[in-house]
C-alpha cells in the first residue's frame, strides 16, 4: 500500500492535501501530476480496485501512473495526444472498455460511460432497464 493511502477511504495525499477519487469541486486542490505521492496511490488503485475509471481529461491521471500501458484508452481530444504514450492506443471511441479500465472522452459521452458502469456493475438486464427509461432511441 503506497504511503499516505491507509483504506479506500483514506486517500488524501500527505503532500499536497489533495483527496483523491473526488471530483474537482469537491477539492481545494487539482490533482498535481508532478506529485509522487498522488501517483503512488493512483497506481495502488489501479491494481488494487476491480474496475478503473475516468472520463474527460482524468484519463490523464491513469496515464501518467502508468495505468494505461499497454491499453487502449480514450479522453477529452487534446490530453492524452500530448502526452508521450508509445504504449498506449488512443482511440476515439466514445467509451473504451481495456480489461479492468473503462475510460470515456467527456460531456457528451457521459450517458454512455454511465451506461456502461451500469453494464459492468450490474449486468445487461439492468443497463437495459436504465436505457429503456431514459429513452434514448
Known sequence: RPEGASGVRDLRCPDCGRILGK???????????RCRHCKQIVRFLGR?????????????????AG????????????????????NTEIKNDPVVI????ITSRGPGTAMDFALVLIETLAGKDKRI??????VRS
Open 23 to 33: 471530483s474537482s469541486e469537491e477539492n481545494e486542490k487539482p490533482i498535481d501530476l
Open 48 to 64: 488494487a480496485v476491480t474496475i478503473v475509471t475516468a472520463i474527460c481529461a482524468a484519463p490523464k491521471v491513469l496515464a501518467s
Open 67 to 86: 495505468i494505461l500501458e499497454g491499453r487502449q484508452a480514450t479522453s477529452y481530444p487534446g490530453f492524452l495526444d500530448k502526452m508521450d504514450l508509445a
Open 98 to 101: 481495456d480489461g479492468n479500465v
Open 129 to 134: 432497464e436504465v436505457e429503456t427509461a431514459l
